[in-house]
Each structure stands twice: as C-alpha cells, then as structure tokens.
C-alpha cells in the first residue's frame, strides 16, 4: 500500500475517527481494506454504547425477560461482529506482510494497537498473542536495524499463517533443546532456512513459557559462536 496522501497511519485514523462522515476525503485517505476495518470497528462500539446504555435494572419479570433477551442478542451481534472484524484485520495484514516492508510492519503495529487499545479481539482469537510477541520481535530487530544496519529477518515471512508457522516451530524447537533433544543443526538449520534472526529467536524464548531460558540461550548462543559446527 502506498501511504496516501503522504499521511502516517495514526493521523489518518484520528481523523477518521473525529470526522468519519467526510467520505470523499476518507475515500483518498485510506486503501478498502483499511476503510473496512474502521468502519466495523465503528459498528462494534455502536452496540457497546448502546449496551451501555439499554444496562438498566429490571423492575419486572416482565422487564427482566426483556432484558435477557436483549443481552443474549447484542452478545450474538457482537460476535458476529468479532468474526468480521477478525477476517477483515487478518486479511490486512496478509496485504501488508506481503510487501515485505518496514513501514507495512509499523501498520501492522498500529492497527494492533488500536484494537488492543479498544479491546476489541486481540484477546479472543489465538492468532492475535503470536502476533502481539512477532511484533516485539520486530521492534527489537529495528533497534538493531537502526543501532547497527543489521538485517530485519521478519521481513521475509509473507502471510500471518506463516508467521505463526515460524512462532509455533521455534517455541517446538526451543522447549526440545531445553530437554535436549535438539541436535545444534536442526534448529540451526531452521534458523537459516526460514532467515529467522536470533533476536526474533531470543523474543520468542522470552514468551514461549520455558522453564530454563537462560539455559536454551546458552546453548544457542554457544552452538552459534562455535561456528555453526556440525557433528
């Protein structure tokens, strides 16, 4: 996506946000996928507004029915809701990671956390933790990127189902070499295939729910200092 308009993500969105009826502006601010998300997005805090304030106290059975009745339907609507929002969000980030661009990660990371901001259904799908620990991934990759010039190796993973494909096998990879059942060329040999850095590797083990990290880091870090060695 090219950035229209020369406007950064954020400023864009807040101005949607505040002046969502402009649709001719909107139209040349932001790409379908994008208007896609904000507009759901819109949707879903309509039926929490409206929730909020239908949440009176029944003073009836009568009333009381009602009221259940009405709970049971604004909880379908807005699961409904999350299921849209969920393919509308991933799809986009299919759109973006394809680019294979820093700026199309920052994206990412705005839309993740607006959403979160929102709490709107990071916390209720399972790609959305991976994805939230991929994103520091590629934060402290940038850091180096910046410090050092070095590489950010997340920049060729090209959709979200290979992103957590790398994630879930790297976490795999790291608990069998804390029990050490990992030879060094396996994971090494991974490393390198998949062009994953160790600093994504490092994010990853902090995340993965290890019991003795430092020992998987030690040894990582030795096989690596060791010239990649094989037995």
Known sequence: MDDKNNEKLLDRIEYYME??????????????GEKNIL???REFEKIRYEMKWKNEKPVSKEDNAKFIE??????EKERDISFQLKKEFTDWIDVLLEQG????????????????GKNLIVDKFWEFPVLETMLKAFIEELKCFYSSGSSVSLLTVHSLEE???VYFHLVFLLRRV??????????LDYLIEKKISLTVTDVVLDDARI???EKVRRTIIGWVENGN???
């Open 101 to 116: 661009r820093i700026e199309a990660w920052l994206d990412i990371l705005t839309w993740y956390r607006l959403l979160k």
């Open 163 to 165: 992103l957590t494909d």
């Open 70 to 75: 009405e709970v049971f339907r604004n909880k």
């Open 39 to 41: 507009r759901t997005i």
């Open 211 to 213: 019991f003795d990290e």
């Open 178 to 187: 804390e029990y050490e059942l990992e030879p060094a060329d396996e994971i």
């Open 19 to 32: 002046y969502p009826a402009d649709e001719e502006k909107i139209d040349m601010m932001f790409s379908t």
């Open 229 to 231: 060695e094989r037995t």
